[in-house]
């Protein structure tokens, strides 16, 4: 029973960590919801949305309220700008939040605008 419980465990922590990151694809939202996202950010959260709908959102929903990953609509009333660009860098230990998915301008651009949802 064990050795099922831990083969579920590994299973269910790769399929998260294979969701993760899904490189610079664009997103297959319908095009009226990209536009949407689109007319309410700013011009820096245009190039973030871009940056997480190729690296973010396969995990974290398409309008950021959780998938697999935790809901990041609201992040920034839990995390700073510093915090959040840490979560990117190192990841998160046991919640399958991978460090380094992003460079270190896609992280400035990407934690300065989740820092602003509140």
């Not at 997103?27 to 700013?42: F, G, K, L």
């Not at 709908?53 to 992040?75: D, F, N, R, T």
């Not at 380094?100 to 934690?111: F, H, Q, R, S, Y």
Request: with cysteine; glycine share 16%.
């Amino acid at each position: 029973m064990k050795k099922l419980t831990t083969a579920g465990l590994l299973l269910t922590l790769a399929v998260g960590l294979a969701a993760c990151g899904g490189g610079d694809k664009p997103s297959s939202a319908p095009a009226e919801q990209n536009q949407s996202q689109s007319a309410t950010t700013s011009a820096g959260g245009d190039d973030a949305m871009k940056i997480m709908q190729g690296k973010c959102m396969s995990c974290h929903g398409q309008e950021l309220k959780g998938g697999v990953g935790p809901e990041l609509e609201k992040v920034g009333k839990r995390l700073d700008k510093d915090g959040i660009a840490k979560v990117i860098k190192e990841g998160r230990s046991g919640t399958g939040m991978p460090g380094g998915l992003l460079n270190d301008e896609e992280t400035e651009k990407v934690a300065t605008y989740l820092a602003q949802q509140k």
